[in-house]
């Protein structure tokens, strides 16, 4: 359905491989639920992608299928390795932030207000890094939730213990996702295009070279993306440490 490049192919069948190998079938449904609602609400809302700042598209390539996959699969291989509800608990929560991230920015594309940043609450472009709105927030529970549902897939040490962890798994998820939107405001690379000023991620803009804005030169989007599922599977991580 061209939701992945060549290399994303390539490298989603050796995540899904490692995931299924650490958590079974449930760990690979819950990689589904993530891939299938992200590349669909990317496809969906693809038109208002257009204006944004951002330097892929709906594509993912090896790169992007590693930042928000790539977590998720050591965990699963920690647990093959290690059987533990604390791996298993960090997996779902990767998995969580990484949809989290993504719901919030594809719905909150939708918002009819211009949104702020998260550090100087200034009105800023759609798309850019550190950017947040209302509806995109709610958005990022959401998705965080659907996949912190996901729980209930696994077997746990008591059922009772299953609703407190799934609320912490969306606990996880949104911070997660408000890491990744800290880190792009503050170190995620940003340039500025020499003819319309405008800041982008990309190197070329109106055909021309861009100058370095803002953040260090090796922490792209996909940097971000990795940080915030790490991020988000060391919160569920502790929560299950704490529950179970």
């Not at 050591?74 to 990484?98: C, D, G, K, M, T």
């Not at 949809?99 to 702020?116: V, Y």
């Amino acid at each position: 359905m061209r939701k992945l490049t060549k290399s994303g192919a390539v490298t989603a069948v050796g995540v899904g491989f490692a995931i299924t190998l650490g958590m079974g079938l449930s760990g690979l449904v819950v990689l589904a639920v993530f891939f299938i609602s992200s590349s669909a609400l990317s496809s969906i809302f693809r038109k208002k992608a257009e204006t944004s700042i951002e330097v892929k598209g709906s594509q993912r390539d090896a790169w992007q299928v590693l930042a928000n996959g790539g977590a998720a699969a050591v965990i699963a291989l920690l647990h093959a390795v290690h059987p533990s509800a604390i791996y298993q608990a960090a997996f779902i929560a990767s998995l969580a932030a990484a949809n989290s991230d993504t719901w919030a920015s594809e719905i909150g594309k939708l918002s009819k207000s211009r949104p702020f940043h998260v550090l100087s609450f200034k009105r800023v472009l759609p798309g850019t890094s550190g950017a947040v709105t209302l509806l995109g927030t709610f958005a990022a529970l959401a998705g965080s939730t659907i996949i912190a549902a996901s729980a209930l897939l696994f077997d746990w040490q008591a059922f009772v213990w299953q609703l407190p962890l799934i609320c912490g798994i969306i606990v996880a998820g949104f911070v997660g996702n408000m890491a990744d939107t800290i880190f792009g405001a503050t170190i995620q690379v940003t340039f500025t295009c020499v003819n319309c000023g405008a800041t982008t991620e990309q190197h070329m803009h109106c055909q021309e070279p861009t100058i370095h804005k803002n953040g260090l030169l090796w922490v792209t989007n996909d940097t971000v993306n990795a940080l915030c599922t790490i991020m988000g599977a060391i919160t569920g991580a502790g929560f299950a440490y704490m529950i179970l």
